[in-house]
């Protein structure tokens, strides 16, 4: 099993937006594989890219549903 972490910030100006820019500037991995307690990268393997791709898209899309509610914050 994978677990993928993403950092994501808020700016008033920009709303909320993930930042791969910092997850690479800060850590070595951002998918840690609990089986094998460690970390690695998206190009892992084909495997966890596919997983990695489509938790990015939900990311995206929550954080779109955000931006449009931030009236509301």
Do not use: R
Request: with cysteine; glycine share 4%; hydrophobic share 40%.
């Amino acid at each position: 099993m994978s677990e993928h972490h993403f950092v994501v910030q808020y700016n008033p100006a920009k709303g909320w937006e993930w930042v791969p820019d910092v997850e690479e500037a800060h850590f070595s991995g951002t998918i840690f594989l609990e089986d094998e307690c460690y970390w690695v990268n998206s190009s892992h393997s084909e495997e966890i890219n596919k997983i990695d791709t489509e938790a990015s898209k939900q990311l995206c899309a929550i954080l779109e549903i955000a931006n449009g509610a931030k009236a509301l914050i």
